[in-house]
T-cell receptor
């Protein structure tokens, strides 16, 4: 079955520190991959997406993600976290020929001063 | 453009009551879907539609009905609310048949069933 795994439920980082959120997928073929962010009480906002080509993808708010086929991973990174980055982050995937999106269970990011 | 609009934002229901969550999009997207979000479970697909008059079940369809009479609207109906349906509901839309596209989400409806 197709699945997306985010192994970290909660992560706490200090403001200014670097961040990496993990995401692994299990699909028959390489899916299209997404990272969304959800601020408290808000909907989901797309941070970045990967369809093909360059495996390092740049997104909004200074985020980037790297697709690694050999590890079935699509980890999200940010070099220096800001307090406003505190939110819940969702990795998602869909097969190329379909629109149904499978979400991971989310990682809640806490940023401490 | 308003994007994807969900109403209401908050709702409290008594067990057994019925209600309809509204979802409208103004992007002419063919594909629309409903998710529920529960702590520790991410977003789970309830129902989806690939166009007017066409709907199908997702991962957790029980207790919910949908219809798609127009491209713009995709309401979600709870016929007899149960406490297990307490959740945050998100509607999403996207183009169909275009590979490099993502889903756009509404702001969510927080539903409490007591």
């Amino acid at each position: 079955a197709q699945s997306v795994t985010q192994p970290d439920i909660h992560i706490t980082v200090s403001e200014g520190a670097s961040l990496e959120l993990r995401c692994n997928y299990s699909y028959g073929a390489t899916p299209y991959l997404f990272w969304y962010v959800q601020s408290p009480g808000q909907g989901l906002q797309l941070l970045l997406k990967y369809f093909s080509g360059d495996t390092l993808v740049q997104g909004i708010k200074g985020f980037e993600a790297e697709f690694k086929r050999s590890q079935s991973s699509f980890n999200l990174r940010k070099p220096s976290v800001h307090w406003s980055d505190a939110a819940e982050y969702f990795c998602a995937a869909r097969s190329g020929g379909y629109q149904k999106v499978t979400f991971g269970t989310g990682t809640k990011l806490q940023v401490i001063p | 453009n308003a994007g994807v609009t969900q109403t209401p934002k908050f709702q409290v229901l008594k067990t057994g009551q019925s209600m309809t969550l509204q979802c409208a999009q103004d992007m002419n997207h063919e594909y629309m879907s409903w998710y529920r979000q529960d702590p520790g479970m991410g977003l789970r697909l309830i129902h989806y539609s690939v166009g007017a008059g066409i709907t199908d079940q997702g991962e957790v369809p029980n207790g919910y009905n949908v219809s798609r009479s127009t491209t713009e609207d995709f309401p979600l109906r709870l016929l007899s609310a149960a406490p297990s349906q307490t959740s945050v509901y998100f509607c999403a839309s996207s183009y169909l048949g275009q590979q490099n596209t993502e889903a756009f989400f509404g702001q969510g409806t927080r539903l409490t069933v007591v």
